[in-house]
């Protein structure tokens, strides 16, 4: 690229355009329990891309978002067409935003222990998988690359950020879970839960990063659905479980993926991709 590189994440290389703009790359990297793997899942950016800019769609009446142009050809980075935006520089808020509509991963963890999920408290007798009464907003910290975001309570968040954007943060950050809860039932598929990535923009909360994709949430097919121990995913949970049997600490560095797991990930990404949008992937590579 021929930018001034301003940040490399986990997924996303961000360059400078300008003073007030960013281009937002996303790799093909994997990460899992906060550690970068060294095999890639090949076209992985261009889901989490393409589906993103699906969604900013869908949620356009829920939330702004930050999205310029994905038109990297007009713009003159033909090399990053499909994977990259152009969009507003924000002030990203420093509190990673997750909502959660089932139990499971470190939500099912922290209520098996303490029957609460970052501080709210659940009913007993949940399970794996269980659906929640009502979703809840369970945000967490955000963490350097290489470490571990950490629950945090909405007093926590309240403390950080003030009581008037920690309400708002709460409020976005569930109307765009039911809002993805509603679209994505119909593709038959549950949004166990998400992450999402706001900042502002003017002193208005402004939807950032990427929204509803297989790396920032949970997708599992709603016909399979069976509380009472894992489910089926369309996310990176594949790799985590493959992760998690594998004898790797979770300590960096992560061990190469084996290419069977490569290749399932890549479907499973694509699946998600396809079922949600009802459009064909490739139809989105070629565009």
């Not at 979703?135 to 955000?142: E, G, N, Q, R």
Request: aromatic fraction near 8%; hydrophobic fraction near 40%.
């Amino acid at each position: 690229m021929r930018l001034p590189l301003v940040h490399s994440g986990k997924v996303r290389d961000l360059y400078a355009v300008g003073d007030d703009q960013l281009l937002l790359v996303a790799s093909d990297r994997m990460s899992a329990f906060d550690v970068i793997l060294p095999t890639p899942i090949p076209d992985k950016g261009a889901v989490l891309t393409g589906l993103s800019l699906w969604w900013f769609e869908q949620l356009a009446d829920v939330v702004p978002n930050h999205v310029l142009s994905s038109d990297m050809q007009a713009l003159g980075y033909p090399e990053v067409q499909g994977r990259a935006v152009l969009v507003r520089r924000l002030e990203m808020v420093a509190v990673e935003c997750v909502a959660r509509g089932y139990l499971t991963g470190g939500g099912l963890k922290d209520y098996q222990a303490t029957g609460v999920v970052s501080g709210v408290a659940l009913p007993p007798g949940l399970v794996d998988g269980s659906q929640l009464p009502e979703p809840v907003f369970t945000p967490t910290s955000k963490a350097p690359v290489g470490e571990h975001d950490l629950p945090l309570t909405f007093d926590e968040v309240v403390a950080q950020v003030g009581k008037e954007l920690a309400d708002e943060l709460r409020d976005v950050t569930l109307r765009v879970y039911r809002r993805g809860t509603e679209i994505a039932e119909q593709a038959g598929i549950v949004l166990a839960d998400t992450k999402v990535e706001l900042g502002l923009l003017d002193g208005s909360l402004v939807l950032g990063d990427e929204v509803l994709t297989p790396d920032s949430s949970r997708f599992w097919p709603l016909e399979t659905w069976s509380p009472g121990g894992p489910q089926p995913s369309y996310d990176k949970q594949y790799v985590r479980d493959w992760l998690t049997t594998s004898g790797w600490d979770k300590t960096p560095p992560g061990p190469e993926l084996p290419d069977e797991v490569v290749d399932k990930t890549r479907a499973k990404y694509v699946e998600a991709y396809e079922r949600l949008t009802g459009s064909s992937f490739d139809s989105y590579l070629r565009a």
